[in-house]
């Protein structure tokens, strides 16, 4: 019944197995994929004909998972699995961003990829299985596809490079890596690094592209047994190659030249607004179709033409420079935190807001459920470039960029253990024109050392771009939205004066070479070293102080066997301190008490509170009490919080006491003394040995 083909290597010390031909026999192709123990379905489907007369490639990659590939359960009401995770979000870009520059021009007809994980063994990522599923799955299927890819996990330890680190191992990896790219050139890079050097990263993604070249040779072998006839991509009709014909005999270039001459961007986008509309003037909609496809062509030929003829860019800098930078900070009266960062015409307004440990995010992950004190969270406004749209929910470029700036500032916070805070950063776009992220990168560092978060060292981002035509090629610092659109290349590095923190590039064309990587990074840290020296002029180092509208937070540890007391019975202890004192308590298991408030004077009072819980009574020690009880042999006296002790008659005045409550009633506030512990333990207390109005001892003889 089925025809299945299997293709099985050893890699990185473990099983990596394609099989195709007996799962999801209708799409155009389906490879499971399996590495280790986790596994994963890539199916690619394709409309076969064109449903638009442009040249716009509708492709969308889904990457899904199942909670059953962990042995769970979803959570919430309805059992099932949703709308897609921020994580899944993440990986459905990761796929992506590899395939797209491989599919060839002209290829216009909706494709639609999906990887479900069916199967997670808890120690390899299913993001490396679902590129490589995906590259063997197009490959196979027959579509123009200059593929295949392959993909690795590149970690640091110990100063050697390790493949495809198992997840239980990057916590103590230097970094975290993932390269995808041809047999000849690399496409894309996503990382997460400790501070690391240019060179050190530069090895990694070497070491990554070498690792994969056995998996594309694999996928290979499987395409000569079983690959479908490839599809014929149509060419244009006559129609198309005279309307360029025309349109390049008029003196449109002139006008575009001229155009592209104009350094403010909204002013740039009127005037060629102006000259495109003037162009498809009198056309048919078949012709306007093939002209909107040559001025896309002519506006790419005059930016990258002049770009590598003269070294002069859109808005008149070189390669090298970084356009003017106004950083600021404390621009929010109320908000913890805040910087407002400005390059040239991309700004950031970022926001900080510190909470308690009540504030984490829970995360439900295949892998198990975690919480994460860190979140940062960038908004792209349509206002930020003068347009008007929908303002929904985020979408995939927004949890990108955030994802990208988070990676950025994670590994130079500060450990929970000094900073016991929950941060959560705001990004909010107001400006664009080229590289938000990395402003984002900038304005966060900028914002958190304003909330007094004592970052290990600041961070500022920058973007590289890259034109390169045949053997001549030229790399772009803070490259512009014109230059990223119109580019080959974008490559954004993070980092501090130290190394790099975060790295993600993403070629548009087949591959680049180690060459211009080499260059790109050098060129990078220049410009990097550069902002942070630009920042630094709004603030340099982490305000000593926190604000005085963010909740103070005090850590202490009490004995595990002392928790209970401290709770109470079914939590009525911490809810009466909570209650009466307005701070907030978190407990963890081995004894670590946070407690926080807005007001110092609830937090001194409610570690007050707790203190007094677990201390132990020192005999000869005066306590601060309270009567809550009297009998005819003396009073119990609370102290300490949760202790009692008996004053007995004989202990309550220096004078000879008749009847207790000659002396005390319940409620009093007392000063007693610990005197000793009877013969099953409890507390004997003395209140005539205490001034109790200076609360000191007595000295000398009681009077008769």
Not at 105 to 131: R, Y
Request: proline fraction near 4%; include cysteine.
């Amino acid at each position: 019944m089925f025809k299945v083909f299997r293709k099985e290597i050893e890699w990185g010390g473990r099983k990596l197995v394609f099989e195709t031909g007996k799962i999801a026999r209708q799409a155009n192709s389906a490879v499971m994929v399996t590495y280790g123990e986790t596994s994963v379905l890539a199916t690619v489907v394709a409309e076969p004909r064109v449903e638009r007369n442009d040249d716009f490639f509708p492709l969308t990659v889904h990457y899904q998972e199942k909670s059953f590939a962990a042995g769970k359960i979803p959570g919430g009401f309805f059992k099932r699995e949703g709308r897609l995770s921020e994580r899944e979000t993440l990986v459905s870009r990761l796929v992506d961003r590899p395939i797209r520059p491989l599919f060839v021009d002209g290829f216009c007809n909706e494709t639609q990829i999906i990887c479900t994980v069916l199967s997670h063994d808890m120690e390899n990522d299913p993001d490396i299985v679902s590129i490589l599923g995906v590259s063997a799955a197009l490959t196979l299927s027959g579509l123009p596809f200059l593929g295949p890819l392959g993909a690795a996990r590149v970690g640091y330890v110990g100063g050697e490079y390790v493949l495809n680190t198992r997840i239980e191992r990057l916590s103590i990896s230097e970094l975290d890596l993932v390269v995808s790219g041809t047999k000849n050139g690399i496409l894309m890079v996503e990382s997460e690094a400790q501070e690391l050097p240019e060179d050190i990263m530069l090895g990694a993604v070497i070491f990554g592209h070498e690792s994969y070249q056995k998996v594309i040779q694999a996928i290979i072998e499987l395409a000569e047994q079983c690959a479908k006839s490839p599809w014929q991509i149509p060419t244009p009709p006559p129609i198309w190659l005279l309307v360029e014909q025309n349109l390049r005999q008029g003196g449109l270039r002139e006008e575009l030249t001229q155009a592209y001459s104009i350094g403010l961007k909204q002013e740039r986008y009127k005037k060629i607004a102006e000259i495109k509309q003037k162009a498809i003037e009198g056309l048919s909609e078949e012709e306007r179709a093939a002209a909107s496809s040559v001025l896309k062509v002519l506006e790419r030929e005059i930016v990258r033409g002049n770009i590598l003829k003269t070294g002069q860019r859109i808005d008149g800098r070189g390669t090298f420079s970084v356009r003017p930078i106004e950083a600021e900070v404390r621009i929010l009266p109320r908000a913890h935190g805040s910087s407002l960062f400005t390059r040239g015409e991309t700004q950031a307004l970022v926001v900080v807001t510190l909470g308690t440990g009540q504030d984490e995010q829970v995360i439900d992950a295949l892998e198990g459920e975690y919480r994460e004190p860190f979140m940062l969270h960038y908004n792209f406004p349509p206002f930020s470039v003068g347009e008007t749209g929908r303002t929904n929910s985020p979408g995939r470029r927004e949890i990108g960029h955030g994802k990208l700036a988070w990676r950025a500032l994670k590994r130079v916070l500060p450990e929970k253990e000094t900073f016991p805070y929950t941060v959560r950063v705001v990004s909010e776009i107001t400006e664009s024109n080229g590289s938000s992220s990395m402003a984002t990168v900038c304005g966060t560092s900028l914002a958190l050392m304003d909330a007094g978060v004592p970052l290990h060292r600041p961070v500022a981002g920058i973007a590289m771009g890259l034109v390169k035509e045949d053997d001549h090629f030229a790399v772009l610092s803070d490259i512009l939205g014109d230059e990223d659109h119109l580019g080959d290349m974008d490559f954004k590095v993070a980092g501090t004066e130290r190394g790099i923190t975060a790295l993600q590039m993403d070629i548009k064309i087949t591959s680049i070479t180690r060459e211009i990587l080499d260059i790109a990074l050098s060129q990078a840290k220049e410009g990097r070293l550069h902002i942070l020296g630009e920042m630094s002029r709004a603030l340099s180092t982490a305000r000593e102080a926190i604000s005085n509208t963010a909740p103070k937070i005090t850590m202490l540890a009490i004995p595990r066997e002392k928790i209970r007391d401290v709770i109470g019975q079914g939590g009525k202890v911490i809810r009466e301190i909570c209650e009466t004192t307005g701070a907030r308590i978190d407990i963890s298991e081995d004894g670590t008490v946070t407690v926080s408030a807005t007001a110092p004077k609830a937090g001194t009072q409610a570690v007050d509170w707790i203190r007094g819980i677990v201390a132990e009574p020192e005999v000869g020690a005066i306590y601060a009490g309270k009567v809550v009880k009297i009998v005819d042999f003396g009073a119990f006296v609370n102290f300490l919080g949760s202790k009692d002790g008996l004053v007995h008659i004989s202990e309550l005045s220096r004078e000879r006491v008749a009847k207790v409550a000659n002396v005390v009633r319940v409620g009093d506030p007392v000063k007693v003394k610990v005197v000793g512990f009877d013969e099953r333990g409890k507390v004997k207390l003395s209140m005539k040995q205490v001034d109790q109005t200076t609360g000191e001892e007595f000295s000398g003889e009681a009077p008769l």
